[in-house]
């Protein structure tokens, strides 16, 4: 299974930040998979962002979403079965959003088991 | 500020045994299974343990992991200079209602 990431690297202040994992080896849907976006501010820590069970997994058939309180306002993820990826959108930009964004997949929601190189996104005028 | 308390800091010397905390809290550790992950610079965190003591497949059994109550331990031994890197801990945490990594501990092996 391989997850790459892509998307827009340069962000302005209080634009939209997308990115899109795509995900190749296996299907994003089916089974008890789910997919997580998350970032890592350079030289700091790993911060959960949020995650999509996509339609027609065991659990959630109609497909679930799920994300980090603070920033639950101004993100929204989705998963596209007939490209088989992960997108994440990231709504009114500021600095503190610069970051390598990762995306990677739990087996039972219990463990991050693959993860993408990531993707570094800079907010910056 | 996590909610998980790594040391920022370990070192070592080779052959020797390092020890990696990870103190948490009732809603977190003392409720859901914790993982471990190293991460070298540049690249990805890999899984390095889940479900508090379990290592994936091709992990060498020098890492092991143990929990008690709210903190759970990674520990190395026969610590070798390709150990070092960043570690974290990561656990569900039910009273944020989403994952929490630890601050994250550089290991150096002098």
């Known amino acids: 299974l391989q997850l790459q990431e892509s998307g827009s690297g340069l962000v302005k202040p209080s634009q939209t930040l997308s990115l899109t994992c795509a995900v190749s080896?296996?299907?994003?849907?089916?089974?008890?998979?789910?997919w997580h976006w998350i970032r890592q501010p350079p030289g700091k820590g790993l911060e959960w962002i949020a995650y999509?069970?996509?339609?027609?997994?065991?659990?959630?058939?109609?497909?679930?979403?799920y994300y980090k309180s603070s920033l639950k306002s101004r993100v929204t993820i989705s998963a596209d079965r007939s490209k088989n990826q992960i997108s994440l959108t990231l709504s009114s930009v500021t600095a503190a959003d610069t970051a390598v964004y990762y995306c990677?997949?739990?087996?039972?929601?219990?463990?991050?088991?693959?993860w993408g190189q990531g993707t570094l996104v800079t907010v910056s005028s | 500020q996590s909610v998980l308390t790594q040391p920022p800091s370990a070192s070592g010397t080779p052959g020797q045994r390092v020890t990696i905390s990870c103190s948490g809290s009732?809603?977190?550790?003392?409720?859901?299974?914790v993982n471990w992950y190293h991460q070298l610079p540049g690249t990805a965190p890999k899984l390095l343990i889940y479900?508090?003591?379990q290592r994936p497949s091709g992990v060498p059994d020098r890492f092991s992991g143990s929990k008690s109550g709210t903190s759970a331990s990674l520990a190395i031994s026969g610590l070798q200079s390709d150990d070092e890197g960043d570690y974290y801990c990561?656990?569900?945490?039910?009273?944020?209602?989403?994952?929490?990594f630890g601050g994250g501990t550089k290991l150096t092996v002098l």
């Open positions: 479900s508090d003591n």
């Open positions: 990561a656990v569900w945490d039910d009273g944020l209602d989403g994952w929490e």
């Open positions: 990677a997949r739990t087996e039972g929601g219990m463990v991050f088991d693959y």
């Open positions: 009732s809603s977190n550790i003392g409720s859901n299974t």
């Open positions: 080896g296996g299907s994003i849907s089916g089974g008890d998979y789910s």
């Open positions: 999509v069970y996509p339609s027609g997994t065991t659990y959630y058939p109609s497909g679930k979403t």
